[in-house]
């Protein structure tokens, strides 16, 4: 008779024994062995192969199958010409409603002073030029002399604009950019400008950088020249905060006054606003540092003198200001009959009577505020921002010619270019 095959029993493999195994193993140390082993197994298989696939590496490129086959379609196959011609089409459909006299275009452009038209060609230095036939794509100048015969193109024959405009951009895209630029109230996007004329943002980015400058530079000539009277507000304005650091090099002398690790810029204006016309001077004061939570400063004497505000308001003018004590202190100083009234804002007080306040001026910041564009940073390698001022300038002279501004903005290709 065979014998009984006997039963195995489990052997531990921590302790030895036999009877059971790891799992239900009772000896001290056995529940710490079981979760390091836990966590071991978990490593294995994160670290192991993906179910599926096979045992060899997979190649870095692959150079067969349908997903080979689909992406050569997407990039550079029948899908890609495909989406290429729909977004050609997309564009040439934005460009319709464009589509005009390119002739008439540039005349007016010439007329209101954004072009100059050409008289001696660049090259030969001969003064023989004669508008040729493009088909009516672009409106070019050719040069009569056989050994010559150049073409040049209006649209570049200004030394104001930008040399290059781009290839996308004609002359009646131009035209549209211009005025919308002029009409605008606030800042102007170029890539929405771009995507309603139909060409890329670059040409319209470089074109409304140089009408900025230029607007900025004929602003700050028209805040040093101009003389306010009658009626002005006065008023401070805070532009823009910024944090800093207590080790920055810039503001060390206001940093190490206080204790404090970290403190807020503040960068304002002081501004003079003549009513019942758009007249206005500005004028940036020195940036100061202010511990966090604290109240934001108020313009000082020193900040009103250095400015030099109340020296371009004629005698005997009716001014209006807030709470803030320089105001009156400089003026009397100034000896030139000013009559001052003021509100206080930190009794909630903003008008007083019909005409006592600085309603105006609270106005005329918030407009210029606007066309600031919060993207502009305020510091910019530690230091205050140039391009604040620019737009601030920019916004100037906007304001003062604002009836009428293409023909003002115009003006001042038209003088650029007779130089």
Partial sequence: MPAR???????????????????RCEAPGAA?????????????????????????????????????????????????RLQDDKVRREKRRKQEHLKGDEQNAVKELQKIGFLKAPQRCPFCKRYNLYQADNKGKTVEYRCKWAYCRKRITALNHSYGLPQSLGRGLSATGLLVAIRSYCAATKCVSPLAVAQTIGCSEKPIARLYTCLREMEAKAGAELNYSMRLRKEVELDGHKVRTAWVSKKTTKFLPQAKCQKAKNFILHYGLLGAFERSTSKCLLEAMEPRLQLPASRPPVESADDVRQSCLLDRIQKNTMLYSDGALAWPKV????????????????????????NIGTQIADSRWKSMQSW?????????????????MIYVRSWQFRFAHQHQYIQALGQLFKTKNAD
Wanted: hydrophobic fraction near 20%; glycine fraction near 8%.
């Fill in 5 to 23: 095959p006997t039963k195995q029993l489990h052997q531990c493999s921590l302790c030895g024994r036999k009877g059971h195994n790891v799992l």
């Fill in 331 to 354: 003026s009397k100083e100034m000896r030139k009959g000013f009559r001052i009234k003021q509100v206080s804002h930190r009794r909630q007080e903003f008008l007083r009577g019909r």
């Fill in 372 to 388: 600031i564009p919060k993207t502009v940073k305020t510091l910019y390698r530690g230091r205050l921002n140039k391009k604040l």
């Fill in 32 to 80: 710490r062995y079981r979760k390091l082993l836990a966590i071991y197994k978990d490593d294995q298989r994160l670290n192991s192969k993906q179910t599926g696939r096979k045992g060899k590496t997979r190649p870095r490129r692959q150079k067969f199958g349908d997903r080979k086959k689909k992406a050569k379609d997407t990039y550079s196959g029948k899908r890609k």
